[in-house]
């Protein structure tokens, strides 16, 4: 029974800030692997946002690099994304996902066993 609740998503305007929220039932984040955000917009292909590895390595996505920072709460098993200098293209649905390969960062979305039911960020112009 694991699952993973993404929070914190909503509209904003261009340069606004979102933090989305994670948390992951059923199983402890620290112990079981790596996790990492991805988004899809419509029309487009899910693609891999930010990745943290159970070491706390991370690593982002060229378009979102020096604006969005990936952490973790080991102890209240929550995964955050920290969005800055939001843009228009930012626009997707937010997912958040876990995977039991612990070195992995980011990656293909096919290597995830858990996802989140996703959370919509809307950043207008």
């Known amino acids: 029974q694991v699952q993973l609740v993404e929070s914190g998503g909503g509209s904003v305007q261009a340069g606004g800030s979102l933090r989305l929220s994670c948390q992951v039932f059923?199983?402890?984040?620290?112990?079981?692997?790596?996790m990492a955000w991805f988004r899809q917009a419509p029309g487009k292909e899910r693609e891999g946002v930010a990745g943290?590895?159970?070491?706390?390595?991370?690593n982002y996505a060229d378009s979102v690099k020096g604006r969005f920072t990936i952490s973790k709460d080991n102890a209240k098993n929550t995964l955050y994304l920290q969005m800055n200098s939001l843009k228009p293209e930012d626009t997707a649905m937010y997912y958040c996902?876990?995977?039991?390969?612990?070195?992995?960062?980011?990656?293909?979305?096919?290597?995830?066993?858990?996802w989140g039911q996703g959370t919509q960020v809307t950043v207008s112009s």
């Open positions: 996902a876990l995977t039991n390969k612990w070195w992995l960062l980011i990656g293909d979305e096919n290597e995830y066993n858990y």
């Open positions: 059923g199983v402890t984040y620290s112990t079981y692997g790596s």
């Open positions: 943290i590895n159970s070491g706390g390595s991370t």
